[in-house]
């Protein structure tokens, strides 16, 4: 039978009997649990270090860039971004959007280089898992039907955030080759002496 010993008195706890090994465990438990929090209140450091930095590099080589061809870009060079191309622009962005939330890192009492509080947070949002979520009953996605009209509403969505700097542009060549034959078929629809006047009137 494992040996007991009596806890220290503390206010409000009752005299109880515990088992030394448990003690050795817990105090051995907690002090690799100090050691680790250290390391990771190191790493993290370090990450937004390298993060900013990264995010500096970055905005110097965007301005280099010619406009519309950013996205382009980054997935073509810079592949060690991520998986997908759209994991690519999105951490080019989160890098880049720390470094214009730091300009002017400041340096607190002791060593490490400070950066704000929100900027850290949104930064470190990109590495936490997405929440799973329960699938309830009578859960489906909904598909709606095809409309002649959605992807004009979905086009004028683009426009806007396009027109008010939320989004980067888009390579020219490569949006009229894409858009080409699409533009041919709605002036079928449309009727051709109508898409004609368009040209004249715009």
């Known amino acids: 039978m494992a040996k007991t010993v009596n806890a220290r008195r503390h206010p409000g706890a009752g005299r109880q009997l515990v088992a030394p090994v448990l003690v050795v465990q817990a105090k051995r438990a907690i002090a690799e649990l100090r050691s680790a929090e250290a390391s990771l209140l190191k790493m993290h450091y370090?990450?937004?270090?390298r993060a900013w930095v990264l995010g500096g590099i970055l905005s110097r080589l965007k301005d280099q860039i010619p406009r519309g061809s950013w996205q382009t870009w980054v997935c073509s060079n810079?592949?060690?971004?991520?998986s997908t191309d759209g994991a690519r622009t999105e951490n080019a962005s989160r890098f880049m959007r720390f470094y214009r939330q730091n300009p002017n890192p400041t340096?607190?009492?002791s060593r490490h280089q400070i950066f704000s509080v929100d900027s850290m947070r949104k930064l470190m949002w990109g590495?936490?898992?997405?929440?799973?979520r329960l699938q309830l009953e009578g859960d489906e996605d909904i598909?709606?039907?095809a409309h002649h009209l959605t992807?004009?509403?979905q086009f004028s969505k683009y426009d806007r955030q396009l027109r008010n700097g939320r989004v980067d542009g888009f390579n020219v060549e490569i949006f009229r080759r894409e858009t080409e034959q699409m533009l041919h078929r709605i002036a079928d629809l449309g009727g051709h002496d109508w898409f004609r006047g368009l040209q004249l009137t715009s």
Request: zero cysteines; a positive charge; proline letters at 8%.
């Open 46 to 49: 370090l990450l937004f270090m």
């Open 78 to 82: 810079l592949r060690e971004l991520g």
């Open 107 to 109: 340096v607190g009492n």
């Open 127 to 132: 590495y936490v898992p997405k929440k799973e």
């Open 143 to 145: 598909k709606p039907g």
């Open 151 to 153: 992807f004009v509403n």
